[in-house]
């Protein structure tokens, strides 16, 4: 028998008809995905817009939060539109169901839109020296975060367990949390620390709550221990050494003082001498933050801690340290006994 040959006119209609049908869904993914024909989640995504960014980075940054199939089509369909490369930095709420247009809408500068600030907090940072920074950006005034954080009302579970500890510098010490931030030009005092403590709720989650209280730490007594440890280390892969020696202070009753030359430092400067610390400082400044001359944990968180000091409050490393000393290079060396220490401290001094 003879093969039955394929018709090449047959074979040509095929593949012209699998090409027109793979053009036209092609066509019809990208057309959704600039007019979002098919409504898709409404669910809000955030998105963060740095400063200076253009199509290209804006487009990118799009496609990762998926927001946008094509990259590649968003810049081409600018083109067309003749967007400028001008968008507003910041953080924006966006969800699944706008188009390109709403999108760009969203991101452009625009007669009476609220602009928006980068700030960034460091760790360590005083509660003064947070609102110095939020003023010195022309938000806010000093009196006027002072008495949000005295007296606003946030909302939080975690601060109506603050205690009235006499001699606490400010209520809020510790909770304003060190992040970057983008903040809108004209908010208010509370509106910005209402994000910082929002920041910090997500932060100290229900979980690292638990395990504080399952250790026997209130939140506000962690956040004490972390600023301690954030004022005393350099390294941060020192951090969990330093806090098993104040854990093992606190949990023992010889050693009722934490002797944290961060918290002397503290009190030095709240009393408006900035000079260096001395040895004569532990034993003479009266405050209720000399660890030298107050058993336990200060009054207050000293500084806010960042992440990691919170982490190293909760989960200390298991050590038997009682003494640590810092070095020339600013790492530190631990010992279990004080001639140990005694003899660390003379060996640094050579």
């Known amino acids: 028998m003879k093969k039955k040959k394929s018709h090449p006119i047959l074979r040509v209609v095929w593949i012209s008809f699998l090409v027109s049908v793979l053009i ?25 817009i740095p400063e200076n960014a253009d199509g290209k980075e ?42 390109y247009d709403e999108l760009r809408y969203m991101l452009s500068p625009k007669k009476g839109v609220r602009l928006q600030q980068k700030i960034t907090i460091p760790e360590g940072f005083t509660t003064d020296e947070i609102i110095d920074l939020f003023v010195s950006e022309g938000i806010g005034t000093r009196e006027g975060f002072i008495e949000a954080i005295e007296n606003g009302d946030f909302g939080y579970d975690f601060l109506e367990n603050i205690p009235e500890n006499e001699g606490r510098t400010y209520r809020l010490d510790g909770y304003l949390f060190p992040d970057t931030y983008f903040v809108y030009s ?9 994000k910082l403590l929002s ?20 939140v506000d007594e962690i956040l004490c221990l972390a600023s301690v440890i954030e004022s005393e280390a350099y390294y941060r892969s020192d951090m969990t050494s330093i806090s098993s020696v104040f854990h093992n202070r606190l949990e023992n009753r010889g050693f009722p003082y ?25 034993d003479t400044i009266e405050s209720p ?25 909760i989960y200390p490393a298991d050590t038997d340290y009682y003494y640590f000393v810092s070095a020339s290079d600013k ?9 140990e220490h005694l003899r660390a401290v003379a060996k640094l001094r050579q």
């Open 289 to 313: 933050y000399n660890t030298y001359k107050n058993k336990g944990l200060p009054p207050g968180a000293i500084c806010s801690p960042g992440q990691e000091a919170i982490m190293a409050a």
């Open 58 to 99: 804006v487009s990118s940054i799009l496609a990762k939060n998926g927001l946008v199939r094509f990259p590649f089509l968003y810049r081409l369909y600018g083109n067309f539109r003749n967007w400028n490369d001008e968008y507003l930095t910041g953080e924006f709420t966006l969800n699944h169901a706008m188009g």
């Open 24 to 48: 036209s869904v092609s066509i019809m993914f990208m057309a959704n995905d600039v007019f979002a024909l098919v409504g898709g989640e409404k669910d809000e995504i955030t998105v963060v």
């Open 258 to 282: 934490l002797q944290s030359d961060a918290t002397v430092k503290y009190a030095k400067e709240t009393a408006g001498n900035g000079e260096n610390l001395t040895a004569d400082d532990l």
């Open 331 to 339: 790492s530190t060396i631990f010992s279990r006994t004080y001639a």
């Open 199 to 218: 920041n910090f709720n997500r932060k100290f989650d229900e979980n690292l709550r638990a395990e504080a209280k399952r250790r026997g730490y209130t």
């Open 186 to 194: 004209d908010s208010s005092e509370t509106e910005i620390l209402t």
